[in-house]
């Protein structure tokens, strides 16, 4: 018997999850695998360059639907999904992390009695003012099968209640994990990724709507920035929303900024930085994969197993606060032989699908 599952995604980390489970379903003649992008990263180094670098199957439907306000977004996502939805009648409908595709993709598959999984499912930033929160929240709630990444996400999951629910939650790891490991040789084996960067610098990016677009925050976070840039330099690889408000706001740097890079070029970069300072989940995980001491600019993160392990640390985000924690980052040790994400998570989740199928 075959089974037909519906992707979807529409955001840099989710295809880079992506990436790892497709190559498995490839693996599998049981499993045929029909990809949407919603477009919500649209900018070529935000999107295509991933496709082609990652050799992740093409889309079969590219909604380009970006640049707009939450609830617009979502509601012409779901408007589209749900016709592609009808017109390829799928077995299951897969959702990836916390974005407004992530949202859309959830309802649009429920409203039509779809399965639904959701990858990794029960994490939580305990912050109802993140939208990604609020996404997350929704797509566990409304999925058949969560595919979780941590004890920690098992434990969230319990404590709203999830057992009493009927679906199936299963650890299965980080798939991002497996795209790590895959990826990085591939990225260190060419030279030309990260030419001409200083011997020693910090790696940063920020992303996040409470930190861009609250101007005082952004401020702060530039000055911040700038001070560390006097000791050691600072590449921070900017997402173009965030450059555009600091060019219209003029605000002074004296840090290089550089536009967005494909994974093979962000792995690269990570590999020969000294520090990483970032928003990004995905980041905080890579950096630890990549022996990086990271400092996330965020009061939380719900990857609490690199904060415990010291692997990260996090910060209020004000100047003070960011370099307080960024002085105590260059004392941070830690003990990278320790592993804390193990791979195979892609595997694992093909495996289930494989055994719907058999069903």
Excluded at 136 to 153: K, W, Y
Aim: overall charge positive.
């Amino acid at each position: 018997m075959s089974l037909k599952i519906v992707s979807i995604v529409g955001a840099r980390p989710q295809f880079v999850k992506a990436a790892a489970i497709s190559h498995e379903f490839l693996k599998h003649r049981g499993i045929t695998e029909v990809i949407i992008h919603t477009g919500q990263h649209f900018d070529n180094n935000m999107s295509e360059v991933f496709f082609k670098q990652m050799k992740i199957p093409r889309p079969k439907y590219n909604f380009n639907i970006h640049s707009l306000p939450h609830g617009a977004m979502v509601g012409r996502m779901i408007e589209e999904i749900e016709k592609v939805l009808l017109k390829e009648n799928p077995d299951w409908v897969m959702v990836y992390g916390d974005t407004n595709s992530t949202l859309a993709g959830s309802i649009a598959a429920k409203k039509l009695n779809k399965k639904l999984a959701h990858v990794e499912a029960g994490m939580r930033y305990f912050d109802m003012r993140m939208p990604e929160e609020t996404n997350r929240i929704v797509a566990d709630r409304l999925a058949d099968v969560l595919f979780c990444p941590t004890e920690e996400a098992l434990r969230n999951l319990a404590k709203e209640g999830f057992r009493g629910f009927d679906c199936k939650i299963i650890k299965v790891g980080d798939v991002m994990v497996d795209s790590f490991y895959h990826y990085k040789a591939i990225a260190l084996h060419d030279k030309s990724y990260a030419k001409n960067m200083p011997k020693q610098y910090v790696l940063a990016t920020i992303h996040r709507a409470s930190n861009t677009d609250n101007l005082p925050t952004l401020k702060g976070i530039v000055r911040a920035l700038s001070k560390i840039n006097e000791k050691i330099p600072v590449i921070f690889v900017v997402h173009p929303r965030t450059r555009k408000i600091i060019e219209e706001n003029k605000l002074r740097v004296n840090f290089a900024m550089i536009n967005p890079v494909g994974y093979l070029e962000m792995l690269a970069l990570m590999d020969k930085s000294a520090f990483v300072l970032t928003d990004s989940g995905g980041l905080q995980k890579e950096a630890y994969l990549a022996k990086k001491p990271c400092l996330v600019i965020y009061k939380n993160t719900a990857w609490v197993e690199l904060v415990k392990n010291k692997f990260c640390l996090v910060t209020e985000v004000n100047e003070k606060s960011i370099l307080n924690k960024f002085t105590q980052l260059t004392k941070l040790k830690a003990n990278y032989r320790k592993v804390i994400y193990p791979q195979g998570a892609a595997k694992k989740i093909a495996g289930f699908f494989l055994s719907e199928a058999n069903k």
